[in-house]
């Protein structure tokens, strides 16, 4: 399903061609749109191929993943609506911590499977816990976090995310 990074639309996107992308007995709820460069969450009705639908428009995916049951993002260039449970059953919190805090893999695993090791960061997947849980895991036992971020990866494996930087 995610074969490529998901992204936001791009601010120039017509918005009526994503009514096209939806079924008829989905323009009832709200379409979340993840929109490059939109700092609020602006809630429009679109118009479009004599449908009307609902979005909410977003630079924060996330607050989308949280309010909508449909998101619209983009991969490559091309757009598409996925299901905020698909996209959320996929994110994966990626965690800088000092580089003192990570002399011991064993105990890192031990406290969040799955987790992956890299450099001065750790990589956590987040399908059965929140990213707050975690972060209040490495509070409490002692990691020192320099940074956190969620990403997206383009496939349910754990070891293909976008790119990373620490």
Same mark, same amino acid.
């Given at each position: =399903? ?9 601010? @120039? ?9 939806? #079924?008829?007995?989905?323009? *009832?709820?709200?379409?979340?749109? %993840?929109?490059a460069?939109?700092d #609020? ?7 479009? *191929?004599?449908? $009307? $639908? +609902? =979005? ?10 949280? *309010?909508?049951? +449909? ?16 996209? =959320?059953?996929?994110r ?10 990570a002399?011991?893999?064993? *105990?890192?695993? @031990? ?48 070891g #293909?995310?976008?790119?990373? +930087? %620490?």
């Amino acid at each position: =399903m995610l074969d490529a990074p998901v992204l936001p639309l791009l601010p @120039e996107y017509p918005l009526a061609q994503l009514v096209g992308l939806i #079924d008829t007995n989905d323009a *009832r709820e709200p379409l979340g749109a %993840w929109l490059a460069g939109v700092d #609020d969450a602006v809630s429009i009705c679109v118009t479009a *191929r004599g449908r $009307c $639908c +609902r =979005m909410l428009l977003s630079g924060d995916l996330g607050l989308l993943l949280a *309010r909508c049951s +449909r998101v619209a993002v983009r991969q490559g260039s091309q757009p598409h609506v996925v299901a905020a449970d698909a996209l =959320m059953g996929v994110r994966t919190l990626e965690v800088g911590i000092t580089g003192g805090s990570a002399q011991n893999p064993d *105990r890192l695993q @031990e406290l969040f499977p799955g987790a992956v090791l890299e450099g001065a960061g750790i990589r956590i997947p987040l399908q059965s816990v929140l990213p707050e849980v975690v972060l209040a895991e490495c509070v409490t036992h002692g990691l020192t976090v320099t940074q956190s971020r969620i990403v997206y990866p383009s496939s349910s494996r754990s070891g #293909d995310n976008v790119s990373r +930087r %620490w």
